[in-house]
């Protein structure tokens, strides 16, 4: 298991700052809040779990905010007056519904935006949940609000490049909807060992696929890339539950959920990895990070070049431009939608590595 990071080191992270990015682009679940038969745009992030301001699971209509968005280059969502986004109720209520089954007490919601889905779960399963997000509008601090039931749900600033801190505890389960494909690939292994490390029993996961519609998409996957990745980190695919999740959605993206337990194999790079020395914090297991990252390019490798485009790598990469086809191949001409330059000829030198 990729452990979180040790307590001797909690300072060390609490004084470092890198990125900032989070779960912020039109399809993510940042919320509108319902009050007195209006609707207002929030200016904080934890008045999502205002007790006559939460978001109202079981509207007819989901919202769309329409004010000018600010986003960077990273696809994080920097503007201090945007929180109008969509929603899904149904979605949100399935996920309760999950983790209630599973006897859940507590879940962590990495990149939790406006805290709709956080609050919505602490709310219908009455589960402890905490939202953290890269946002600078996400609480600083656990205040947060318990609801009828007690069911309570809290929100941490962190920024999602660095591995979370060793005082943040360990969640029955984990959820991140819609963040990963904001990722920059660079930190991805930092990202993906901070879920499997938070979480004893697993993950609710959807990762955006290429070529989708949305602004910031940075690091988008297919469907089968992405259960390639997890698995080679020691997941297994619930389907049941995952048909399960999809069935509740009504937003596209939602669609996407997958349902990850622990338990699988994972790949024979990162088990040597772990096992050099399983007492120690990931971060600084270097052989453990490397190898989270390895699988993550080695992935981004097959898809940006399957038959028919391998052998014109190099004429790509140095171009940097969309090529013409060289090869009788109905694969997707180098950097077409859904890839990018960046991405496809990265390095292991382009990823971070603490």
Request: with cysteine.
């Amino acid at each position: 298991m990729v452990r979180p990071c040790c307590t001797s080191d909690a300072q060390h992270l609490a004084s470092s700052h890198h990125l900032v990015f989070g779960s912020l682009n039109g399809s993510s679940h940042a919320g509108v809040i319902a009050r007195r038969g209006h609707c207002i745009v929030a200016i904080c992030l934890a008045l999502c779990c205002a007790a006559d301001g939460a978001p109202q699971h079981g509207s007819s209509k989901l919202l769309q905010g329409t004010r000018q968005r600010k986003w960077n280059a990273t696809g994080a969502w920097l503007a201090r007056d945007e929180t109008a986004y969509p929603e899904d109720p149904a979605f949100a209520s399935a996920v309760a519904r999950f983790l209630v089954r599973e006897g859940a007490r507590t879940a962590i919601d990495v990149g939790s935006g406006s805290g709709g889905i956080a609050c919505a779960v602490a709310r219908e399963a009455h589960l402890h949940v905490l939202g953290v997000d890269g946002n600078p509008l996400t609480t600083d601090g656990r205040g947060g609000h318990t609801f009828p039931g007690g069911g309570r749900a809290e929100f941490l600033r962190l920024d999602l490049d660095r591995p979370f801190p060793a005082d943040l505890g360990h969640f029955d389960w984990a959820m991140s909807f819609a963040v990963a494909e904001h990722v920059p690939f660079q930190y991805e292994h930092i990202f993906l060992a901070n879920l499997y490390g938070a979480s004893r029993h697993g993950l609710l996961l959807v990762w955006d696929q290429r070529d989708s519609p949305g602004t910031g998409h940075i690091n988008t996957r297919d469907e089968a890339e992405v259960l390639r990745l997890v698995t080679a980190l020691g997941y297994k695919l619930d389907s049941e539950a995952t048909a399960e999740l999809r069935a509740g959605a009504q937003l596209r993206w939602y669609k996407l959920a997958m349902v990850l337990r622990h338990g699988g194999e994972k790949a024979a790079s990162l088990t040597t990895a772990l096992a050099q020395d399983s007492e120690a914090c990931w971060y600084k297991n270097i052989l453990a990070q490397r190898a989270i990252a390895e699988i993550a390019r080695e992935e981004h490798q097959r898809a940006c070049w399957p038959p028919g485009w391998a052998n014109i790598k190099a004429k790509c990469c140095k171009t940097g431009k969309i090529l013409v086809p060289e090869a009788d191949t109905a694969a997707s001409s180098c950097f077409g939608a859904g890839f990018s330059y960046h991405v496809c000829c990265a390095t292991m030198k382009d990823y971070y590595i603490f």
